[in-house]
């Protein structure tokens, strides 16, 4: 199967953060022999290197529907990456430390996209929660924490944030979030079931200094954006006229 | 170019494409730094940021389709899900002063954090 596996090499080796990194033995396909590789773990993708400073990684193990679990003997700090299918294989790793291993396991079993898709979902759900009151009136069920359970996609899905980079997908990785940032995507027209927009919230910085509770009426945030840009504007104006004026 | 009609999935941040009659996909695209950019009628296109004059053009059925492709196409990347996260997280911080992230066990992953951090 072709892979664009110029884009691929790109991902491992840009400098954007990756979530780990370091040395583990892996242990071959067809001769048991551990090779000493580095690895590193970005999103999704596990990719490994013959050296720390080679330019190309030599594979990728892509993270999703796998299950993470320490090896029996667990001798050697190892521990698996398993795949469920027919034509699958496992991939037999090994720590150099019990803290190495661990941090591993860690990581690796809150890799995968779907993982992050369901914790997504359940902040959007929190959120929608707190602006439009529990789902169904009184006191929503909630699930205990940590049950994660897949979620159907809602149809009215809010449109999700409006920070983003430049370019799709090429994070400015220092994110300063939330305000002065150009929308994404034109799609997200949110609007009540009456089809009325929703009036934007009051930002929370004077929801605070009021002593008002949380409460604020529902919004994109296409307008939540809107009127955050529009406070960022006014407080810079008031900044710059601030520093016209002659200090006493 | 020749067009060639294929079937296409995308499945968490990869499009596979498969030829129409066949089970197993002839390739894949990994969606991380990539541009989607909407082309003439009906057409959009993927482009990498490595390789940006390289364009992997689609032309749909209709441009109600092309549309939801751009849409779809550019919130798939895992980059973009971690900003999404790290934005609600935030937000949900603001209005309620604690971390949503703390209940699940996961406030102190790498992955979540905001900022520039070492590797």
């Known amino acids: 199967m072709k892979l664009n596996e110029r884009s691929l090499a790109f991902y491992a080796t840009c400098d954007s953060p990756a979530d780990n990194s370091g040395f583990l033995y892996k242990r071959g396909e067809r001769h048991t022999a551990y090779h000493r590789r580095w690895f590193v773990l970005k999103g999704n993708m596990l990719f490994y290197f013959e050296e720390r400073e080679s330019r190309e990684p030599v594979g990728v193990i892509v993270l999703e529907g796998c ?69 169904g009136g009184g006191g929503g069920s909630r699930e205990p924490p940590g049950s994660w359970k897949p979620k159907q996609c809602p149809e009215r899905l809010p449109a999700l944030p409006a920070v983003l980079p430049k370019e799709n997908g090429c994070a400015v990785w220092n994110n300063a979030l939330g305000v002065g940032q150009p929308p994404d995507t034109s799609g997200c027209g949110g609007n009540d079931d009456e089809g009325t927009p929703r009036p934007p919230p009051l930002p929370p910085r004077r929801r605070v200094l009021n002593g008002e509770a949380a409460v604020e009426s529902p919004s994109t945030f296409c307008q939540l954006h809107e009127r955050y840009s529009r406070e960022v504007a006014r407080l810079r104006q008031d900044w710059l006229e601030k520093w016209r004026v002659p200090r006493p | 170019a020749v067009l060639k009609k294929r079937l296409v999935k995308l499945v968490v941040n990869f499009l596979f494409y498969f030829r129409t009659d066949e089970a197993e996909p002839i390739g894949a695209l990994l969606l991380e730094h990539c541009r989607i950019t909407k082309e003439e009628e009906n057409v959009f296109s993927i482009s990498f940021i490595e390789e940006p004059e390289r364009k992997y053009c689609f032309e749909c059925a209709s441009e109600e389709q092309c549309q939801e492709w751009v849409e779809a196409l550019k919130r798939a990347s895992y980059e973009f899900l971690r900003r999404s996260l790290i934005f609600y997280r935030n937000e949900i911080q603001k209005m309620t002063g604690k971390d949503p992230l703390e209940q699940y066990g996961i406030s102190e992953e790498a992955r979540f954090q905001l900022g520039t951090h070492q590797q």
């Not at chain 1, 795949?83 to 150099?96: D, H, I, M, N, Q």
């Not at chain 1, 690796?108 to 979902?121: E, G």
Request: charged share 30%; aromatic share 12%.
């Open chain 1, 67 to 135: 299950n993470v679990e320490l090896c029996d003997s667990a001798e050697g700090f190892a521990f698996a990456i398993r795949f469920s299918g027919a034509k699958s294989r496992t991939y037999v790793l090994a720590a150099e430390s019990q803290a190495a291993m661990e941090s591993w396991v860690k990581s690796l079993s809150r890799a995968s996209f779907d993982y992050m898709r369901l914790v997504v979902r359940e902040l959007e759900k929190q959120l929608e929660e707190m602006r439009w009151g529990p789902a």
